[in-house]
T-cell receptor, first 114, second 110 residues
């Protein structure tokens, strides 16, 4: 298995632009998580899907952030409009269970908003 | 909600020595405690986990201990090697959420 695949690996954009991050979870995993990692705040959960349905989006910072999971093999995280404070590494992870199951992380997307 | 504290934030050891990283948690309902290793430019990778029905678990050079009464758990790495150098995160879950510690940067000096 190729593991969790995220694209792009790096994204540099200007403030105000729309950014879309993509994730392909491990086949057969029914849970998908989006995390954001910064030096100041560590690993923060943004949203959690189970069987393609958003279960917990309490970590989504504000309305500028949205996430979708149209099918079991694809998810997107969109930021519109982007701001410099959104600069971070965004990770997607999948698992066979919920919060108390091992997470398999992708290698992340490093987002820089100038 | 849960509060997971991790210490130390940085740790340097000589190759071959042991390394210990400690975490405490606040929610007595937490029952799943994974440890992740993050290498530069990569996502965190699970290295070992423990559930509340056991007190210790070992996998080759890595072991985790859990003290539910005191609400703390620890990662032990023996015979450290340069490739053990990374950032290590503990986490705790009650099933409703998963909370990460702030990470420990381990450096193994050859």
């Amino acid at each position: 298995d190729a593991g969790v695949i995220q694209s792009p690996r790096h994204e540099v954009t200007e403030m105000g632009q729309e950014v879309t991050l993509r994730c392909k979870p491990i086949s057969g995993h029914n849970s998908l998580f989006w995390y954001r990692q910064t030096m100041m705040r560590g690993l923060e959960l943004l949203i959690y899907f189970n069987n393609n349905v958003p279960i917990d989006d309490s970590g989504m910072p504000e309305d500028r952030f949205s996430a979708k999971m149209p099918n079991a093999s694809f998810s997107t995280l969109k930021i519109q409009p982007s701001e410099p404070r959104d600069s971070a590494v965004y990770f997607c992870a999948s698992s066979l269970g919920q919060y108390n199951s091992p997470l398999h992380f992708g290698n992340g997307t490093r987002l820089t908003v100038t | 909600g849960e509060n997971v504290e991790q210490h130390p934030s940085t740790l340097s050891v000589q190759e071959g020595d042991s390394a210990v990283i400690k975490c405490t948690y606040s929610d007595s309902a937490s029952n799943y405690f994974p440890w992740y290793k993050q290498e530069l430019g990569k996502g965190p990778q699970l290295i070992i986990d423990i559930r509340s029905n056991v007190g210790e678990k070992k996998d080759q050079r890595i072991a985790v201990t859990l003290n539910k009464t005191a609400k703390h758990f620890s990662l032990h790495i023996t015979e450290t090697q340069p490739e053990d150098s990374a950032v290590y995160f503990c986490a705790a879950s009650s099933g409703d959420n998963l909370f990460f510690g702030t990470g420990t940067r381990l450096t193994v000096i050859p």
